[in-house]
């Protein structure tokens, strides 16, 4: 069965640094999009950043400049490395595949406060 264990959350002060990483397993990693959501308390999950099997990314313009995806195939991991990061951009991290149906890992928190 397809699984996403997402790791590498924290507490990190403003313009500090973080890379997520999300491990996958239960389908064939390197054929399919990868995605990155987040969730705020009380907001809806938003998509952060994808990546396509070809290694294309998509960002939206709250983060486009400060995150990057990036995948290896050979590990089966998809990662986020966000720098400069803002208080606006606390919430919980989950990753996303379509694998015929949406899968999404349990989530990490992220924290950025002084």
């Known amino acids: 069965q397809v699984q996403l264990v997402e790791s590498g959350g924290g507490l990190v002060q403003p313009g500090g640094s973080l890379r997520l990483s999300c491990a996958a397993s239960?389908?064939?990693?390197?054929?399919?999009?990868m995605s990155w959501y987040r969730q705020a308390p009380g907001k809806q999950r938003d998509l952060v950043a994808s990546i396509n099997s070809g290694g294309s990314t998509n960002y939206p313009n709250s983060v486009k400049g400060r995150f990057t995806i990036s995948r290896d195939n050979t590990k089966n991991t998809v990662y986020l490395q966000m720098n400069s990061l803002k208080p606006e951009d606390t919430a919980v991290y989950y990753c996303?595949?379509?694998?015929?149906?949406?899968?999404w890992g349990k989530g990490t928190l992220v924290t950025v406060s002084s």
């Open positions: 996303k595949v379509h694998s015929g149906i949406d899968h």
């Open positions: 239960g389908f064939s990693f390197r054929l399919y999009a």
